[in-house]
């Protein structure tokens, strides 16, 4: 399913395999980051960033918010894929066109033809904040890829197994860098470290993470 062509990539030197279906593509998103931050704003403006609640109760420690067809939104009744934003029960933003260049650019360049990325989950991590291991499993379509966009500060990306149980690979991610995971990979368990304290000169002292998906 991967294309492990590496001339058929713009940047053959930046890429690390995850798995059979799954690697990074080292500052892919660079060329894109003032595009992305743009869009950002532009989403931010009209859907900020807000913390979730989980079904248990407990309030998520990243922010997030949502452009796209469907938005990722969690409350006390569970993880979900809506149409509109619960905050003003209107439409997530559009997806903007550089966004979506990006996430299929980088989808083409793991081998990933055709991503019609419809939901775009953005994520804010400050230092502290961490994603517990998770399968990404509210999606419709399970034969499209993930493709995970990184700005700001480092994280490290914990890459697991198809059981919780399976120990994570750790891969460090810093601004710029994309991860693309599907295939045989799609539903590998995944999660984020808590963040150490750091300041990125262009984002400051956080972490953007654009995580897009073929959702409905
Ligand atoms: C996610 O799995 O939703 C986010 C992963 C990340 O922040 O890199
Ligand atoms: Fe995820």
């Known amino acids: 399913m991967m294309n492990l062509d590496l001339f058929d990539s ?13 690697l990074v593509l080292r500052g892919f998103g660079l060329p894109f980051v003032d595009a992305v931050l743009a869009a950002v704003d532009y989403i931010e403006a009209c859907s900020p960033f807000r913390h979730m609640q989980t079904r248990r109760g407990y309030t998520m420690s990243v922010a997030l918010t949502n452009c796209g067809r469907l938005g990722w939104i969690s409350d006390r009744a569970g993880y979900r894929y809506s149409q509109t934003d619960p905050l003003n029960n209107k439409a997530w933003p559009e997806m903007p066109a550089d966004l979506l260049r990006l996430a299929t650019q980088a989808a083409d360049a793991a081998g990933f033809r055709g991503f019609e990325p419809d939901a775009c989950l953005i994520n804010s991590y400050l230092p502290g904040s961490k994603m517990a291991l998770h399968q990404d499993r509210n999606e419709a379509d399970l034969t499209q890829p993930i493709v ?28 710029g860098d994309i991860v693309v995971w599907g295939g045989e990979d799609r539903m590998r368990f995944h999660g984020i470290m808590p963040l150490k ?14 995580t897009f998906r073929r959702a409905g």
Do not use: C, T, W, Y
Not at 10 to 22: F, H, K, T, V
């Open 10 to 22: 713009g940047m053959p030197e930046g890429r690390e395999s995850l798995g059979r279906d799954a």
């Open 148 to 175: 995970s966009v990184s700005l700001g500060i480092p994280a490290i990306f914990l890459f697991g197994g198809h059981q919780r149980s399976d120990k994570p690979a750790r891969i460090p991610l810093f601004h």
């Open 197 to 210: 304290a750091a300041e990125h000169p262009r984002v400051g002292a956080r972490r953007i993470n654009l």
